[in-house]
């Protein structure tokens, strides 16, 4: 069997992309690729890349000058993990605590 290297691309689909996009950027601290008003990419780590799509909103193709983009849309709850150090979790509690009061 050929090994695998790591998950290049997760992608889950939020009702509010703007509020969705302000808890990645400014909580998880993660910086926008691209994005419109239907999707929104962020690298993690340099290595992955965390896709949120606009539910409802990307339910046909795109076409760009790079190809098509085949539709993507999805329902139900979704689940992924972030890996961080042991040691930072504590950081990481505060400031999850520090931030959730205002979204």
């Known amino acids: 069997m050929p090994s695998l ?3 290049v691309e997760t992608a889950i689909y939020v009702e509010d992309i703007e509020r969705a996009s302000t808890f990645y950027e400014q909580v998880v601290g993660l ?8 999707f929104r990419a ?23 000058p790079s190809g098509v983009i085949p539709p993507h849309d999805g329902t139900g709850q979704n689940h992924f993990a972030f890996a961080i150090p042991a040691a930072e979790l504590p950081a990481w ?9 205002q979204l």
């Open 42 to 64: 962020y690298n993690v780590a340099g290595k992955d890349v965390l896709l949120l799509f606009k539910r409802g909103a990307t339910a046909k193709p795109v076409h760009t």
């Open 93 to 101: 509690e505060k400031q999850l605590a520090r931030i959730s009061h």
């Open 5 to 7: 290297t790591g998950v």
């Open 31 to 38: 910086g926008r690729i691209a994005g419109d008003d239907r």
